[in-house]
């Protein structure tokens, strides 16, 4: 047995299967961000802007500064959940994209069962956790109810996930613009303000809010749980092969609403800390397309629930920087955007080139060096 493993890794130029596969989840999508800045400074040129200028603000922006970098780990403290809400889901073989959705309810949420416990005089030792419980339930239930439909009914939930983020999206705003409206929020329709008693405050020597801690401890979490238990194994041999699973007797049902549950989990706490350390409210701000850029971080990061984090500050930067760039440059604001638009779909043509790269493919018996 050792010389056959031994042989198998001669015949791949000495990598092991496990070698070759972290090489390519490292030097891939490393490849994509630079194919993907190369194209944005191609269409840079073509606006009369220089690349270099441009790329020079985004580190200024994201990093250049204490205030950059902590305004960076501002925006990044969302994208680490939602990112983590498409990353689990992934490693079941499903393709969820309805972490906005459950963000924007789990806000709502925690922001409506809030009005109850202020108007009550409840404790924020109580009152905080309840909101997120009901933030994070709502959220699990939400993107479980897609898990459900794929399982149980068929229903492809990519198309499912996305319209349930509609629906969502839809009900928060029939109670913000009607029985759950502030009757001060004159100008943009918003629950009653949780108050200052119940908002989260920044971490010790930061202004950067507890929600970042919460997904770097979440993050690291959910690998163990992927990596290192049971039901992980059993998750990714139910993504690699459902009947295999099903034929060795894997509750597959069960595991599938399980991982979408935590997705929406994830997504739900991240409305929490939105509603919690941002706005003091539900409104129309939750909506701000975090869900969806978490696609995006997932994508990068291989759904490496601990890749997850600094792929989140990467597209944090670019978030911070995106005024900045806006002022010096006279561009608008949506230029990052259309950078993170690239990212994707070069991402997406990376993926072809998985298994097939030159140097680490195996050898034939044949080839002589």
């Not at 490292?26 to 194919?35: Q, R």
């Amino acid at each position: 047995m050792t010389a056959v493993l031994a042989s198998s890794s001669i015949e791949r130029g000495g990598f092991s299967p496990r070698t070759i596969r972290m090489i390519e989840a490292v030097i891939i999508p490393l490849g994509a961000l630079v194919a993907s800045a190369a194209l944005f400074s191609i269409f840079l040129l073509f606006l009369g802007k220089s690349p270099v200028t441009f790329f020079n603000l985004i580190w200024t922006g994201g990093f250049g500064s204490s205030f950059s970098i902590q305004n960076t780990l501002q925006r990044a403290a969302p994208l680490i959940l939602t990112g983590l809400a498409f990353a689990i889901p992934a490693r079941i073989g499903l393709t969820l994209i309805g972490a906005e959705g459950a963000l924007v309810l789990g806000g709502f949420s925690a922001a409506a069962i809030a009005i109850p416990l202020v108007r009550g005089g409840w404790t924020p030792w109580i009152g905080l956790p309840i909101m997120a419980i009901a933030a994070m339930l709502v959220g699990a239930f939400w993107i479980g109810l897609a898990g459900w439909l794929r399982h149980y009914r068929g229903v492809n939930e990519t198309i499912s996930s996305l319209l349930l983020s509609y629906i969502a999206i839809a009900i928060m705003n029939f109670f913000v613009e009607g029985a759950l409206r502030d009757p001060a929020s004159a100008n943009k329709p918003s629950t009653m303000p949780i108050g200052d008693a119940y908002r989260i405050g920044p971490m010790p020597g930061t202004s950067v809010h507890w929600g970042l801690a919460a997904g770097i401890v979440l993050a690291a979490i959910l690998w163990l749980l992927m990596s290192r238990t049971t039901f992980g194994f059993a998750a990714r041999m139910t993504g690699g092969n459902v009947r295999a699973a099903q034929a060795q007797g894997l509750p597959v049902g069960f595991l599938v609403v399980a991982c979408c549950a935590i997705a929406g989990a994830c997504a739900g706490l991240a409305g929490f800390f939105e509603v919690a350390a941002i706005h003091g409210q539900a409104n129309a701000s939750l909506v701000a397309g975090y869900g969806f850029t978490g696609i995006l971080v997932a994508f990068l990061a291989r759904q490496n629930p601990l890749a997850v984090v600094p792929v989140a500050i990467l597209f944090g930067a670019l978030a911070a920087a995106g005024g900045l760039v806006q002022r010096r440059m006279a561009m608008p604001d949506a230029t990052v955007l259309v950078l993170q638009g690239m990212i994707f779909v070069v991402l997406l043509v990376s993926e072809t080139f998985y298994g097939r790269i030159p140097f680490l493919q195996p050898k034939r018996a044949g080839d002589r060096s």
